[in-house]
């Protein structure tokens, strides 16, 4: 069974910082892999969406990139602001169905 | 319109109560879900349906009962639930059924989410 893996579980910095969020999956037979982005007591957010070929994509100050065979994604945000502050999810979809499985989230707060 | 819609927000209900969360989305898409999350866990898969029929049943408890009337409308009908039932049910939907490969067909889109409480 697919175990997906987010380090750090939670991460604090100064205003401007550029920083990274990981994840990790056990399986390397994935469709795709989803970074999501949640506030309190909300829904998800799509932030980017990385087809298993692909190797990153790219939305404004965020770049998520794929190492398929090493079970390996990095979500990086450049020039972070207290705004960024949520959890990231990251989640993989396995084989060909639907049934995506999430990672369990990173709580990122960015000090002004 | 992009968006997912659910009702209602917020959710109180006691445990012999009958009532039903309601999912809305006019972008066509095929597939639609729902996902129950507990206080910082990740959302977990309960049910999917593509072209309105039950794919996917994540051995959830008879008393979650989905349905999906048409193609733009997700209901999950709740009766004698659980206090451990309480969480933030989450409903989303993709432009294609489960197993298309094309990215833009299977990004999922969520709603906001209803805060449900059971008393």
């Known amino acids: 069974k697919q175990e997906v893996t987010q380090i750090p579980a939670a991460l604090s910095v100064p205003e401007g910082e550029n920083l990274v969020l990981n994840c990790s999956f056990t399986?390397?037979?994935?469709?795709?892999l989803q970074w999501f982005r949640q506030d309190p007591g909300k829904g998800l957010t799509s932030l980017l969406l990385i087809q298993s070929s692909q190797r990153e994509q790219t939305s404004g100050r965020l770049n998520a990139s794929l190492d398929k065979s090493s079970g390996r994604s990095t979500l990086y945000i450049a020039a972070s602001q207290p705004g960024d502050s949520a959890t990231y999810l990251c989640a993989v979809r396995p084989g060909g169905n639907n049934d995506m499985r999430f990672g369990a989230g990173t709580r990122l707060t960015v000090k002004p | 319109d992009t968006e997912v819609t659910q009702t209602p927000k917020h959710l109180v209900m006691g445990m012999t109560n009958k009532k039903s969360l309601k999912c809305e989305q006019h972008?066509?898409?095929?597939?639609m879900y729902w996902y129950k999350q507990k206080a910082k866990k990740p959302p977990e898969l309960m049910f999917v349906y593509s072209y309105e029929k039950l794919s996917i049943n994540e051995s959830v408890p008879s008393r979650f009962s989905p349905e999906c009337p048409n193609s733009s409308l997700l209901n999950l009908h709740l009766h004698a639930l659980q206090p451990e039932d309480s969480a933030l049910y989450l409903c989303?939907?993709?432009?294609?059924?489960?197993?298309?490969?094309?990215?833009?067909?299977?990004?999922?889109?969520f709603g906001p989410g209803t805060r449900l409480t059971v008393t």
């Open positions: 972008m066509g898409h095929r597939a």
């Open positions: 399986d390397s037979a994935i469709y795709n």
């Open positions: 989303a939907s993709s432009r294609g059924p489960p197993g298309q490969y094309l990215t833009k067909e299977n990004e999922q889109y």
